[in-house]
């Protein structure tokens, strides 16, 4: 069976280091939802030790602990702007997750970037998921947020008395944000949030924008002006990169496309690297270097 994180990858997607920044990438026809569920299976998945590294490979952005092999357990907060929990729950069922399960145990809570609501928080009532949020929008999310929040904080107090060595940290990911939800500074806005992000009681940010070329380089309206800022800032901002692309000679039977990791001038020191990878039809990922 194949492996739910391919062999060549599992460094890349250990517990980022504090105050991490990861992006990634992606474009049409080579989309990050399958990085996103390894990110998350990486995360939350029940094995209680991580592997130790490689020989000679530098493991990107893993805590002190996690590098060192020893128990590290994530909570994780997902803002979703383009699929709801139901796509990101049937995707980690596939690979073992039960996320109703992790989200009783205080590891994972979702928040629609659209609707502004909070679900998976298992203690949660509807009302209070939905209630408060304003608008919809940032402010939704902002809303959504807080009593989440509120309540992980005391989790993680809890955990601190019973169980000093253990370390949980909290790691969000955005997916990825478009920068059409108002006009004027919302990119600006959501950029804002995301350096936020790394500031209150969160471990790290993860986050996946759209880097087709038209998108880029065309910049003639304001959006794409807009998106154009609000990706090329985030990618400079970044500890890593993790790049989905096509092929560059087309289409191929066994090759979905091409991973490249790249990385900032950050802290985290592992070999940028460029990978083919080929997702299949049962949702399993295989990730090889060029000529295998």
């Known amino acids: ?18 105050a991490s920044l990861i992006v990634l990438t992606g474009v049409l026809g080579a989309s990050t939802n399958w990085l996103v569920l390894r990110h998350l299976y990486a995360l939350l998945k029940q ?39 139901a796509f990101w729950r049937d995707g980690l069922a596939r690979l073992g997750v039960d996320l109703e399960a992790a989200a009783r145990r205080g590891r ?12 998976g928080g298992g203690s949660l009532k509807s009302g209070e998921a939905t209630g408060g ?14 009593p989440h929040h509120q309540s992980q904080s005391q989790h993680q107090s809890r955990q601190q008395q019973q169980q000093q060595q253990q370390q949980r940290a909290g790691v969000a990911g955005w997916k990825r944000v478009p920068a059409s939800l108002a006009p ?7 950029l804002e949030g995301v350096a936020q992000l ?3 009681n969160t471990h790290a940010a993860i986050v996946t924008v759209a880097a087709d070329d038209p998108l880029i380089k065309e910049q003639q309206t304001s959006l794409e002006k807009q998106h154009a800022w609000f990706a090329l800032s985030l990618v400079h901002e970044a500890d890593a990169v993790l790049s989905l692309r096509l092929l560059d000679t087309g289409v191929a ?12 001038g950050g802290r985290l020191l ?3 690297q460029e990978y083919l990878y080929h997702v299949g039809g049962d949702g399993g990922v295989k990730v090889f270097e060029r000529g295998q």
């Open 253 to 264: 039977k066994d090759v979905s496309g091409v991973i490249r990791i790249t990385h900032g």
């Open 1 to 18: 069976m194949t492996s739910r994180i391919p062999h060549l990858l599992e460094p890349y997607l250990a517990l980022p280091d504090e």
């Open 270 to 272: 592992a070999r940028d």
């Open 108 to 119: 994972f809570a979702y928040v629609d970037g659209l609707g502004g609501g909070l679900g």
């Open 198 to 200: 790394k500031k209150v």
């Open 133 to 146: 949020g304003g608008g919809g929008g940032g402010g939704g999310s902002t809303q959504a947020i807080r």
């Open 184 to 190: 004027g500074d919302i990119a600006r806005v959501v």
């Open 47 to 85: 094995a209680g030790t991580a592997k130790p590294p490689q020989p000679g490979v530098t493991v990107t952005g893993a805590s002190p602990a996690a590098a060192a092999g020893q128990e590290e357990e994530a909570a994780v907060l997902l803002v979703s702007f383009l699929r709801d929990l």
